[in-house]
């Protein structure tokens, strides 16, 4: 009798320690969702009007996600070089987008302005 409840009593331990070994792992915080551009180059015409640059996450997350990102490249944005010699304008708020909690996507919009002389190519690089 006293060999069952011995080895009751383990397996009831091993079964407790177990099960707090166990839990242990879902207090870790879930891994962060990696965040990439859906198209790595976007190729547009002067009158294409408004672009559009989607930026993806490989999961979705439970909090809103505020992403800063920087514009450079050969183009001339509005904000810094006044409308009048500006190729391009960010649509919205100017350097951040934000996916909203439970989503996997949001869009950067530029808004591409057509002018009657020719030009080289030129180029918008964006920095996340």
Do not use: W
């Not at 383990?10 to 207090?27: H, Q, R, T, Y």
């Not at 409308?83 to 934000?98: F, L, P, R, S």
Request: hydrophobic residues 45%.
């Amino acid at each position: 009798m006293k060999n069952i409840v011995a080895l009751a009593l383990s397996i009831a331990l091993v079964v407790a320690v177990g099960f707090g070994l166990s839990s242990c792992k879902e207090d870790e915080p879930p891994a962060k969702p990696k965040l990439s551009f859906a198209e790595t180059e976007i190729a547009v015409n002067e009158d294409d009007g408004v672009l559009e640059v989607e930026l993806v996450l490989d999961k979705a997350h439970s909090k809103d996600l505020r992403i800063e990102y920087e514009l450079g490249g050969t183009a001339s944005d509005q904000d810094v070089v006044g409308t009048t010699n500006a190729d391009y304008e960010v649509v919205g708020d100017h350097g951040v987008v934000e996916i909203e909690a439970g989503q996997t996507s949001a869009v950067i919009e530029l808004d591409i302005y057509a002018d009657a002389g020719f030009e080289p190519d030129e180029t918008i690089e964006i920095a996340i």
